[in-house]
């Protein structure tokens, strides 16, 4: 896998951020679900780099014990972390818009497939 730019690198994170704050609105994912895939296939980081850095993104209000045990691993990468978060806030405010806006069977079918790609993705992917 090429390496990104440096600035192409902030432009997956910021655009990783915005989609997985949409879904976050959308259907109550994104961290773990979108964020996590996205660094692994993305930008080639381990898992454990990848859940290290959701996780730290997620710090103060619910993780700050799981990323202080990733981050005594050295699975965090606090830049990456930053980068996603200054637009998952606004991608899950637009997000939650949408899934307001939509009826309760359609927001269902748009999270089990959200669910199911990434399940295939996750199982049988590269």
């Given at each position: 896998?090429?390496?990104?730019?440096?600035?192409?690198?902030?432009?997956?994170l910021l655009?990783v951020?915005?989609?997985?704050?949409?879904?976050?609105?959308?259907v109550?994912i994104?961290?773990?679900l979108?964020i996590?895939?996205?660094?692994?296939?993305?930008?080639?980081?381990t898992?454990?780099a990848?859940?290290?850095?959701?996780?730290?993104?997620?710090?103060f209000?619910?993780g700050?014990?799981g990323?202080f045990?990733?981050?005594?691993?050295?699975?965090?990468?606090?830049?990456?972390a930053?980068?996603?978060?200054?637009?998952?806030?606004?991608?899950?405010?637009?997000?939650?818009?949408i899934?307001?806006?939509?009826?309760?069977?359609t927001?269902?079918?748009?999270f089990?497939v959200?669910?199911?790609?990434?399940?295939?993705?996750m199982?049988w992917?590269?």
């Amino acid at each position: 896998m090429k390496k990104a730019s440096n600035m192409q690198e902030i432009l997956i994170l910021l655009g990783v951020g915005l989609v997985a704050g949409v879904f976050s609105g959308l259907v109550g994912i994104g961290g773990g679900l979108i964020i996590v895939p996205a660094l692994v296939y993305f930008l080639g980081f381990t898992q454990h780099a990848a859940q290290g850095s959701t996780l730290f993104m997620f710090l103060f209000p619910i993780g700050i014990l799981g990323v202080f045990n990733y981050w005594q691993a050295g699975h965090v990468d606090w830049k990456t972390a930053l980068i996603i978060a200054s637009t998952f806030i606004i991608g899950a405010f637009f997000g939650s818009k949408i899934a307001i806006s939509l009826d309760k069977q359609t927001v269902q079918r748009i999270f089990g497939v959200v669910m199911l790609l990434l399940s295939i993705k996750m199982i049988w992917g590269k």
